[in-house]
């Protein structure tokens, strides 16, 4: 992790905005977004004018060295302001959070085959965690893992299934997490995979309320999938260990770019009031909608406020587990209660694609589920109260 350079970061911020603001924003109408995501043309399109003007993957610096956490924090949210902001950037999900754990963790042979096109925007990657829950395998709790890995000779075969794997179809890398130890003490492992792989197919793509990923969400099949040793990201049995390096900084990023998201919202709202009248006035003029767009300041100052928070525990080198989960549950709360009422602003045509706050409404409608719905950290926080509570004397 690189040094903060304050300069450097208020520049990029600037920058990064500037460039979603003046040339990403106009291609939120552009027509090439399929049923599950913008294609991959659209992509690639607005990450070359990205690179031209210097915004390209922000938060990564020449030679692999990653900001701080405060400091990715003020790019992402600026990097946010569009839906398709992220992708254009290369700040999104889940490609973001795997940049993140293989410049941790990576050899560097693996980082210069599997981590390198993906930094440099000429390709996307995929996690796959996340198992079908009707056969009750992993989602929010990894320790569920089905998916088995076998030692065979200097190769490792992989069979099992895997579910909302977001972003699977085109994406050239994958990080695949499959369990190598059974027992009391079960453990996971991690592989990288160059995509596609005739082993790992495609049974369907899932239609899901958010559409603001490329290849949307899949179901896969893995079959006897053979990945060299080479390829285990870092340790053998250590996977589950790796997730928690990936998810910590993944929630919060997460919060970060829908952060930029609900503050366009709030500013398309606003503008709105302020020029649409009924009943004899403009809409912010009366009380009723006023608050709502007040309440929304207010909600996005404590957003932002968390996020700095937590960004400031994982600087300190802390894994931020327990600050990220608080961290997930309020900034998704407070984020989609301003997204539905900027909805609620703009009455009919709030609910219409005319502009984005709708689409912002799905997409952090969504996020209340991914990376862990508010539920199961809300339990996992009242689990370390007990600890804590135990530990008393």
Request: hydrophobic share 40%; aromatic share 6%; glycine share 8%.
């Amino acid at each position: 992790m690189s040094n903060p350079d304050p300069e450097l970061t208020a520049r990029l911020t600037r920058d990064v905005e500037r460039f979603v603001r003046e040339v990403v924003i106009p291609y939120e109408t552009d027509p090439r977004r399929g049923p599950h995501g913008p294609l991959d043309s659209l992509v690639m399109e607005l990450r070359e004018k990205a690179r031209a003007a210097g915004v390209l993957t922000p938060h990564i610096r020449p030679g692999g060295a990653h900001l701080t956490q405060r400091e990715t924090a003020a790019i992402l949210k600026k990097s946010g302001l569009s839906p398709l902001g992220p992708l254009a950037c290369n700040t999104a999900a889940p490609d973001e959070g795997n940049m993140f754990l293989m410049g941790r963790v990576a050899s560097a042979a693996q980082k210069a085959e599997f981590l390198q096109p993906v930094v440099e925007g000429r390709a996307r990657s995929a996690f796959l965690m996340t198992e079908p829950a009707a056969e009750g395998g992993a989602g929010s709790d990894p320790s569920m893992l089905k998916t088995h890995a076998v030692r065979a000779g200097d190769e490792w075969v992989i069979n099992g299934r895997k579910a909302f794997i977001t972003g699977f179809d085109g994406a050239h890398t994958g990080i695949v997490m499959a369990r190598t130890r059974d027992g009391e003490r079960p453990a996971a492992t991690m592989f990288l995979v160059r995509l596609p792989h005739p082993a790992i197919s495609i049974e369907r793509i899932l239609d899901t309320i958010d559409s603001s990923m490329p290849g949307g969400h899949a179901v896969l099949n893995i079959e006897n999938l053979r990945v060299p040793a080479a390829n285990v990201l870092g340790e053998v049995d250590e996977g589950f260990k790796y997730a928690q390096v990936r998810l910590s900084p993944a929630r919060l990023s997460h919060c970060m770019r829908w952060w930029g998201a609900a503050a366009r919202a709030q500013e398309i709202a606003s503008q709105y009031a302020c020029t649409r009248e009924a009943f004899g006035k403009k809409l912010i003029e009366h009380e009723g909608v006023g608050f709502m767009l007040a309440e929304n300041l207010i909600a996005l100052k404590q957003a932002e406020l968390m996020i700095d928070w937590c960004a400031d525990v994982l600087d300190t080198g802390e894994s931020g587990t327990v600050e990220s989960s608080m961290t997930k549950v309020a900034v998704s709360e407070l984020l989609f209660a301003i997204a539905d009422r900027c909805v609620q602003v703009m009455g009919g045509t709030g609910v219409t694609g005319d502009t984005i706050v709708e689409q912002v409404f799905r997409e952090i409608r969504a996020f209340r589920i991914y990376d862990g719905p508010t539920e199961v950290h809300k339990w996992s926080l009242a689990r370390k109260i007990r600890r804590d509570h135990a530990k008393r004397p």
